[in-house]
């Protein structure tokens, strides 16, 4: 039923039941009222009664004393008489003015008058007892004592008519008082029964409609917060992203969202049409089927899953699976909500992270080099095959050790290295490990950090046994040094025939003048010239041989005043091709001074000697700090070296020109690039043929040995 209906009415019967309480209070206390009238009327109805009855007795005591005086003719006798007349007199004024207006007024007004006329009566008895002697009064009175008589019956006739007619009125009053007190008393107990049923139905009413307005309010709310829910379910399904679907208990799916058919690439009627045994992978599908049968039997709530589906197009999708289960309100199940994620993306990466993880598995496993695995605090975690053999320790104890425990901490360079890699990550460097047996080794060693799949700190250090390949550069070292002494002693030793080949020529080409036929001064000018060749080429194949092999000190070199020193020892050179030398403000450099002014006049005096004939030599040279070496620059104008050319003029003995075209010996620029990579450089040419040549080398900050 409608509350609010149930309300309207409770409440009208409320009104209406006050109404009535109204009407019925409003007789009742009407009725109270006239029944107090009556009750007023009643007693004075009485009390005319009384009066009248009193008006009786006072006429009769005035009787009896009249006749006691006219036997003993007593004084106090006349007196009370006239006393008792008086007090006649004065209450039938008094019942007159009582009877004003009422029905009997006029049969009390004849009373009143007959009690007048037997006073009057009375008077004159007393006069002729007064007046005349006994005898003759008594017989004027006996005369008179028809009339007497006749008054005195007519008062006792109307008296008491009087009192009957009144009693019978008392008699009436009383009777219908009676009757409206009855009535009352009946109205009353069913008003108040009344009342009191109409205010309790109406209590109650009220009291039934509000419970059943707060069921109704209370139902209400449940079914908008049903609704809501509803909706947030709906739109929560609708717009997940991920795949959302209903299946029922056979698999078929009852509802699907927008995700899900994207996922799949079929329509929401068309994935409507299927199960899911339909688009799940076979080897997939009696695993699921597992699930959802436990499911039903009630012996899990939920599962989650990894399998692959195939969509529309019959590609493999591998997607999480997260299933659980709507029960109807008896518990029986009734349908599953299916939560479906495209984990394609990840499984492929994960296929691929397990792939180049067998990879990278193989290649630590397989390298020549040993690998240790360990934490910062050096326990190891894994060694490969080169690690244990290059230790000599066995795979189990060296998951036992400590990395200190493999390297020399007393090698300084090691903490030099382990210092770098803490601050940056990664680091390399040589230092020293100690094998199983004591024996200290020097190594190569490259440490990186990484986080491991838990995110720990996890250290790859990789080691290299330098052992054999310090050994061949001492071997090496020592044969340089011994060819490099045999080079110089050598060199020094030709010097020394070769000047007397050249100044024993010039004598005899002096002494014999004029007596040689051309063809012997001829002979003698290339003997000289050769010797002259010959000196060139020993003077460079020794500065050639010497670089790099005695201990120069690295200093602070200002390469314009080794350009200037250059400029001074071949000025003459430089003034008969009028060359232009220039440089913009070059920076200092750390380095060995000798090599380096070695480096910029090779470079200063190919600048100034490739040159076309006619040309006038202009060679600029520039110079820049960068973050790890400086560089330089030295431009010409020259005749500029074909593209080919560029790596290869820096081999020993590699020439561009004949020796009658351009002299020289092809050591200049291979001296040069073995001084660079001596500073820890690099040196290269920017050319092209007969537009000049810019050559460029740096020299590393670090180069210091
Ligand atoms: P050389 O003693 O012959 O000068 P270098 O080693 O100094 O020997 O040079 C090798 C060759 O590189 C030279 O023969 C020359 O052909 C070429 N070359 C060197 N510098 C220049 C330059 N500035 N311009 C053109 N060609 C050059």
């Known amino acids: 039923m409608n509350p609010g209906f149930l309300k309207q009415k409770a409440y009208l019967l409320l009104i209406f039941s006050v109404f009535l309480i109204g009407i019925g209070g409003f007789f009742y206390f009407g009725n109270l009222l006239y029944q107090q009238k009556l009750n007023k009327t009643l007693y004075a109805n009485e009390k005319k009664y009384s009066s009248i009855a009193e008006l009786n007795t006072l006429q009769l005591k005035a009787i009896k004393d009249k006749r006691g ?108 008082e009676e009757q409206l007190a009855q009535q009352n008393n009946l109205s009353f107990i069913f008003l108040l029964f009344l009342t009191v049923g109409l205010l309790t139905w109406s209590f109650f009413s009220i009291k039934r409609q509000e419970i059943l307005k707060q069921q109704n309010d209370s139902a209400m709310r449940i079914n908008t917060a049903i609704r809501a829910s509803e909706r947030e379910f709906s739109s929560a399904f609708e717009y997940a992203s991920i795949g959302m679907a209903l299946v029922s208990l056979n698999g078929k799916f009852m509802r699907v969202n927008s995700s899900l058919c994207r996922l799949l690439g079929y329509s929401a009627k068309e994935l409507k049409a299927l199960n899911f045994q339909d688009i799940t992978h076979p080897d997939d599908l009696d695993a699921d089927i597992d699930f959802v049968n436990r499911m039903i039997n009630g012996s899990i709530e939920s599962y989650t899953m990894e399998k692959r589906y195939f969509d529309k197009k019959g590609k493999v999708l591998w997607i999480n699976l997260s299933v659980s289960m709507v029960h109807h309100a008896d518990g029986t199940p009734k349908y599953f909500i299916s939560q479906i994620e495209n984990i394609t993306d990840w499984k492929n990466a994960q296929f691929s992270l397990s792939e180049s993880e067998v990879k990278y598995r193989s290649l630590f496993e397989n390298s020549l080099h040993g690998k240790l695995l360990h934490e910062f605090s050096g326990a190891v975690l894994d060694a490969n095959l080169a690690a244990i053999n290059m230790f000599g320790y066995t795979a189990e104890e ?50 990186v950090l990484f986080k491991d799949k838990s995110g720990n700190d996890i250290y790859s250090t990789t080691l290299v046994d330098l052992s054999k390949q310090k050994e061949t550069e001492k071997l090496l070292a020592q044969k340089n040094e011994e060819l490099e002494s045999f080079a110089a002693t050598a060199a020094h030793d030709l010097k020394e025939p070769l000047r007397m080949i050249g100044s024993f020529m010039s004598l005899l080409k002096s002494k014999y003048a004029g007596q040689l036929d051309p063809s012997a001064n001829k002979y003698i000018d290339f003997a000289i010239s050769g010797s002259t060749r010959m000196n060139y080429l020993i003077t460079d194949l020794l500065d050639y041989a010497k670089v790099g092999s005695e201990q120069v000190p690295f200093v602070e070199v200002d390469p314009e005043l080794l350009l200037l020193d250059i400029m001074a020892l071949n000025d003459s050179y430089i003034t008969e091709k009028s060359a ?38 202009n060679i600029q040279i520039s110079g820049q700090e960068l973050t790890d070496c400086w560089m330089f620059s030295v431009e010409d104008n020259g005749i500029g070296i074909p593209a080919n050319y560029h790596e290869k003029i820096f081999q020993v003995f590699s020439r561009l020109h004949s020796k009658d075209k351009y002299g020289g010996t092809g050591m200049g620029l291979a001296t040069c690039k073995k001084i660079v990579e001596l500073h820890g450089g690099k040196i290269w040419v920017e050319s092209q043929e007969g537009q000049g040549s810019c050559f460029h080398f740096t020299i590393s900050k670090n180069s210091i040995a």
């Open 69 to 176: 005086f006219q036997i003993n003719k007593a004084d106090y006798m006349i007196k009370s008489y006239l006393e008792y007349k008086k007090q006649s007199v004065d209450l039938a004024r008094k019942i007159a003015i009582e009877f004003r207006g009422d029905s009997l007024k006029d049969q009390v007004d004849s009373l009143l008058l007959l009690v007048r006329k037997r006073y009057e009566d009375l008077d004159l008895q007393i006069h002729y007892i007064n007046t005349l002697p006994e005898l003759k009064a008594n017989q004027k009175i006996a005369e008179n004592f028809a009339g007497s008589r006749a008054l005195s019956e007519s008062w006792e006739h109307g008296f008491n008519k009087l009192q009957s007619d009144l009693h019978l009125r008392s008699i009436n009053l009383a009777a219908k």
């Open 398 to 447: 060296l998951d036992h050790l400590l990395l200190n425990e493999l390297l020399d901490s007393a090698d300084s360079r090691l903490s030099a290295i382990l210092l770098a890699r803490n601050e940056t990550g990664k680091a390399q460097g040589e230092s020293t490990g100690i094998r199983k047996n004591g024996e200290r080794f020097p190594l190569l060693l490259s440490s």
């Open 580 to 617: 232009k030398i220039s440089w913009t403000q070059l920076p200092v450099i750390v380095a060995q001074k000798t090599p380096v002014q070695l480096l910029f006049q090779n470079l200063l005096m190919n600048g100034l000697k490739y040159q076309a004939p006619d040309s006038v030599p």
